[in-house]
């Protein structure tokens, strides 16, 4: 297996259809050399669901490695730095499902907060790794879900709701039986988890023009002066840059789906000002709002496939 570099992370921002539940990835392009071409981790805003169709190789962690086989479904939170090396001089066939756990719970059980969270920071501990073989209905409902958003048939937002509220009650399930038996595979989160909870609070609350490093630290139990250092050092951009590209993120989305002005789009992710949100904007991208509203297909990859550098022995 072919060492892998580990100077670099990628944030990779996945946006789910309206009024869908999922995002899913499949198909023949999904056949590839992972690996080959990427020189460090990525992680997500999601939480990304993988199943091996075809292909050996390894999972590669910040802090280890684990082997992939055809059968090996894997369950990766967002903010989990991680990356997929195939077999040298090999392909293997992946297919992925990318989702919001947070929400699904919150409609499953509107009215109890306190089951909510313990869910959902249960989900969020660990990434975990699964096999067909001892695992078969968790295997079949990534399989169904992923046939129901590559078809579109009649109906199919309604059944990939239920189905998508009924994987995340079996992950549920496994990761208790995970913490009573220790009968499952798991790995402890990355370095990442020092500020974890400060991209959490950013992802649910850009939209809030009082946000401060100083209520991030405290959220995290570090110091402001603490957290700036850690903050960069795992991600190569202040915490305020970090924001803003949040911020210039849901804005893209919020511009590609309505007719809003800049002054609403602005106000509604966060920005004090439209210059503040047009200078940011050109900053992060080389283009103006405007110039990315009337043609938004021919620069929609900037932001989505926006790279983070960070420290060399990161």
Request: with cysteine; aromatic share 12%; net charge negative.
């Amino acid at each position: 297996m072919a060492k892998k570099k580990k100077d670099s992370i990628e944030y990779r921002y996945y946006e789910i259809g309206q009024d869908e539940y999922v995002l899913a990835l499949f198909g023949e392009s999904w056949i590839r050399d992972y690996g080959r071409d990427v020189d460090g981790f990525h992680f997500h805003n999601l939480m990304e669901i993988g199943i091996c169709h075809e292909g050996h190789g390894e999972m590669s962690y910040e802090e280890g490695k684990t082997t992939y086989r055809p059968g090996t479904i894997t369950i990766i939170p967002q903010n989990i730095p991680h990356t997929t090396i195939s077999e040298e001089g090999k392909k293997s066939f992946w297919e992925y499902l990318f989702l919001d756990p947070a929400q699904l719970v919150r409609e499953v059980y509107p009215d109890d907060e306190v089951f909510q969270r313990r869910v959902v920071d249960q989900l969020n501990k660990t990434h975990l790794t699964f096999y067909k073989d001892s695992c078969r209905q968790l295997y079949q409902m990534i399989e169904l879900l992923i046939y129901e958003m590559e078809h579109k048939e009649k109906h199919y937002k309604r059944v990939t709701r239920g189905l998508a509220e009924a994987l995340i009650m079996e992950l549920y399930r496994l990761c208790m039986q995970e913490k009573s038996e220790k009968s499952l595979r798991a790995i402890s989160h990355s370095n990442l988890l020092l500020i974890n909870d400060a991209l959490d609070y950013i992802n649910g609350n850009y939209m809030d023009s009082g946000l401060r490093v100083e209520m991030l630290a405290e959220r995290c139990g570090l110091s402001e002066t603490h957290f700036r250092r850690v903050f960069k050092e795992q991600t190569n951009m202040t915490p305020g840059e970090y924001v803003n590209l949040v911020r210039i993120q849901h804005a893209c989305e919020i511009m590609r789906k309505s007719s809003m002005s800049m002054d609403e789009v602005s106000n509604s992710v966060g920005f004090e000002s439209t210059t503040s949100f047009t200078r940011n904007f050109k900053k992060l991208l080389n283009i103006t709002p405007y110039q990315w509203k009337k043609h938004p297909d021919n620069y929609e990859g900037k932001i989505l496939e926006y790279n983070v550098s960070v420290l060399k022995g990161w």
